[in-house]
């Protein structure tokens, strides 16, 4: 068939919104020689202190009302109707601004169409990497009804050591401690 007279249908297999959040995020593999691209923090952020712990957190507490919310029908309506991005060939992986665009495309997509479907009349916007003077300039902040409830930072593959990273994990039980303290200060948002 000639390429003029061949009528392209929609892929009756194209993925949903829906199925994306049980199937793995795709892999993307790095494609080193292609250049050199080396992307530094700014001074800025190269001058901040990092985080000395960070609090382990029980996943059922977010996973639990994610399913629940997935299940609900203005949230099904959004996400079975509409399909995940292709996957691109141009993809791969060498540093954060590689990791930061298929995110967009396949990891933030799919919960931006659920989180807005969830919350029909509630403002909530995603903000790249917003700058707050002597604060550290986090890559992706969450707002609803203007006050920030997410926070999402990315990494290269490579560029923290597991057995550090892990290390600073405080255990569960010290977590939930230091969790509800400050959330008897600040109440979180509704
Ligand atoms: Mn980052």
Redesign the pocket.
Known sequence: MSHSTRVWQPKALAETIDESFSKPLPYIDRKPGLGVRVATSSTHTLHQTPPMIWLDRNIADYATPAERALAEGRVQEVTIQNCMPALESTHKIEC?PDVVRPSALYLLHPVHMALTALHPDVSIHCMSEPYDQNKIR??VVYKKKGKIFAIL???VPGSMAEEEFFSASMPWASSRTKIMEHKAKAPEVE
């Open positions: 954060e986090p890559d930072e990315f990494k």
